[in-house]
C-alpha cells in the first residue's frame, strides 16, 4: 500500500527532456492542455545545459544555474508539479546502465502512465544527446522499470517496479499521433519565452513563426489549426 508520501508524488505524465527547453519546444503545448484537464506531470532534465551559447564571455557554471532557473521558470508557468535535474554534462550522455538506472529510478518514483521524451531514430542530423536520452528511455521503459530484478538495490530503496503504458517521442519522422494545442499555443510561446539564453532577443521572432508554421503542418489533416506531432509507442505487457 502507496504511503501517503508516494501517492502524492504519482504523476500521470513524466517527460524526460536532454537540456533544459527541448521540452518547451517539444511538448509544452500538450503539457499546457493536460494541466488544464488535471493530468499531473512531472519534468526529468537530464543534462545542465552547460555548452548551450555562443557568447564566449558566459562560464559554464554560470549557464547551468540560469538554465537551471530558467527551466523550473517555465515548468512553473505550465503547471508542472516537478522538476528533477540529473546534472550530466551537456552533450557527454552515454547509454550507459548509471544513465538508464537513473531513468529507471525516477519511472519507478513518480510511476507515469505516459512518458514523453525525443524520438532516438531521427535521421542523419540530430543532437546526440536527445537520440541517446530517447533510446535510454525507451529501454528504461521496457523492460528496466518493470521487471523487479532489475537493479534490485532500487528496491531496497522501496522503489517497486512500474508499469509504463504509453511513450510519446517527439521530432519524430514518422508521427502517427497529434495533439491539439489551438488553445494553447501561446502558453508554450511564453513558455519558451522563459529560456532567455537560449531564445532572447531578436531571435524570438523567427522562433515562433517556425513553431508556428510547424504546428500548422501537424495540424494539416485534422479539424483544428494548431497541433504536436509524437510517434506515439504502446507498451501492451
Given at each position: 500500500m502507496q504511503n501517503e508520501n508516494e501517492q502524492?508524488?504519482?504523476m500521470d505524465i513524466m517527460v524526460i527532456s536532454p537540456h533544459p527547453d527541448d521540452s518547451e519546444f517539444g511538448v509544452a503545448g500538450s503539457v499546457a492542455r493536460w494541466v488544464k484537464e488535471g493530468k499531473k506531470i512531472a519534468y526529468v532534465i537530464c543534462t545542465n545545459?552547460?555548452?548551450?551559447?555562443?557568447?564566449?564571455?558566459?562560464?559554464?557554471e554560470a549557464l547551468t544555474k540560469t538554465?537551471?532557473?530558467e527551466q523550473e521558470a517555465a515548468a512553473k508557468l505550465l503547471g508542472v508539479r516537478e522538476v528533477v535535474f540529473l546534472g550530466y554534462e551537456d552533450q557527454t550522455l552515454e547509454d550507459t546502465p548509471?544513465?538508464?538506472?537513473?531513468?529507471?529510478?525516477?519511472?519507478?518514483?513518480f510511476k507515469p502512465d505516459m512518458l514523453v521524451t525525443a524520438d532516438p531514430y531521427r535521421r542523419y542530423i540530430w543532437h546526440r544527446d536527445?537520440?541517446?536520452?530517447?533510446?535510454?528511455?525507451?529501454?528504461?521503459a521496457f523492460p528496466y522499470a518493470r521487471d523487479h530484478l532489475s537493479y534490485p538495490e532500487l528496491l531496497e530503496e522501496g522503489l517497486q517496479p512500474h508499469k509504463v503504458k504509453e511513450i510519446l517521442l517527439w521530432a519524430s519522422e514518422e508521427p502517427n499521433y497529434y495533439?491539439?494545442?489551438?488553445t494553447t499555443?501561446?502558453?508554450?510561446?511564453?513558455?519558451?519565452?522563459?529560456?532567455?539564453?537560449?531564445?532572447?532577443?531578436?531571435h524570438f521572432p523567427a522562433i515562433e513563426q517556425w513553431l508556428r508554421?510547424?504546428?500548422?503542418?501537424?495540424?494539416?489533416?485534422q479539424d483544428y489549426e494548431l497541433a504536436e506531432a509524437f510517434h506515439l509507442v504502446e507498451i501492451p505487457w
Open positions: 502524492n508524488r504519482k545545459g552547460d555548452k548551450g551559447t555562443s557568447d564566449p564571455n558566459v562560464k559554464p538554465r537551471m532557473k548509471g544513465f538508464r538506472k537513473d531513468i529507471v529510478r525516477w519511472i519507478r518514483t536527445h537520440r541517446i536520452t530517447g533510446q535510454v528511455v525507451l529501454d528504461a495533439s491539439n494545442i489551438s499555443f501561446e502558453t508554450k510561446l511564453a513558455a519558451l519565452r522563459c529560456h532567455e539564453s537560449q531564445v532572447g532577443g531578436h508554421q510547424r504546428a500548422e503542418d501537424a495540424a494539416a489533416d
